[in-house]
């Protein structure tokens, strides 16, 4: 045996190799598999009905497509700066367009909406993350992080709140206002519970959900905040952070996590096929695990 051959074995043996990941949770055998690593920061994941995951890349102003054919394109460039996105039941894209503070809905055309950019006559901290309700009404955080493409570093709110916007996107209401910096948000598939991460508290928060769009019944979920969210059709909630993808019960019950070895994990969804891989945007790469469970369809 050459020296050569002795040090590529030597190479070989001492390379990480990806760590099975033993939950009931996630395909016997499956490992993280990093699918696309060329982005400057990765956020945002959603897909839809057919399982195709869009994301963002937000230092280069673009939204990016995985298709089930396991191809990468750029879907929209510029963008708004998208960040947090949701798909609604009719395949229009929502995003929180950080360049000007707005949310925007996207339609399959690629048509863009500019839904709101203020409230109450001032600008927008800058719309994070969005989550559309069955009826086609929406909740979505506003925290304040000064971006280098704005030409301002105060918040023009004062708090960083949870907002709902009405189902004929008229009405722009604050329903939630005493939150350190609220981040990731989530609901269930029925539209009556709300999961709203408060990052810069380090909690998670549930809230009951009635047919106006009004929250009660705030409970401390788990002690631990999130930048982006999912659930599964169990009913499992996914948070992300800097130590990866943390899994909680319905109850509020550590499950599991998924490391991702890079410096911030960002968000996370669903997707594929039969939306049951576990899409992650991790920095500048996207990530995904396939699972025993699956996403709730848009």
Not at 81 to 109: H, P, Q, T, Y
Not at 175 to 188: A, C, L, R
Request: glycine share 10%.
């Amino acid at each position: 045996m050459n020296i050569s051959t002795l040090i590529t074995l030597f190479l070989l043996m001492a390379s990480p190799k990806p760590a099975f990941i033993d939950s009931p949770l996630v395909k016997e055998g499956a490992t993280l598999q990093k699918l696309a690593g060329e982005f400057a920061f990765t956020e945002g994941p959603i897909s839809d009905a057919e399982g195709n995951v869009y994301f963002t890349d937000q230092p280069n102003d673009r939204i990016m497509k995985w298709g089930i054919d396991q191809t990468l394109s750029t879907y929209m460039q510029p963008s708004g700066r998208a960040n947090g996105m949701f798909m609604d039941s009719k395949g229009s894209l929502w995003v929180c367009a950080d360049e000007k503070n707005e949310l925007w809905k996207i339609d399959k055309n690629k048509k863009v909406t500019v839904l709101l950019t203020e409230y109450n006559g001032q600008l927008l901290n800058g719309p994070n993350d969005v989550w559309v309700m069955p009826n086609g009404s929406a909740f979505f955080t506003d925290p304040f992080y000064a971006r280098p493409w704005w030409n301002r570093k105060d918040m023009k709110q004062d708090v960083q709140g949870v907002y709902f916007l009405s189902k004929n996107h008229k009405t722009l209401t604050r329903v939630v206002d005493d939150m350190k910096q609220p981040n990731g948000i989530i609901g269930t598939a029925d539209g009556k519970k709300l999961y709203v991460a408060d990052i810069g508290a380090g909690k998670t928060y549930v809230f009951d959900i009635d047919a106006k769009g009004k929250l009660s019944n705030r409970k401390l979920f788990c002690e631990k905040g999130s930048d982006g969210m999912t659930l599964d059709t169990k009913g499992n909630v996914y948070l992300t952070h800097g130590d990866g993808v943390t899994v909680y019960s319905p109850e509020g019950e550590k499950l599991l996590n998924i490391p991702t070895g890079e410096g911030w994990t960002a968000n996370v969804c669903f997707g594929g096929k039969n939306h049951s891989t576990l899409f992650i945007t991790a920095s500048k790469g996207l990530y995904a695990l396939e699972m025993n469970v699956q996403g709730i369809k848009p």
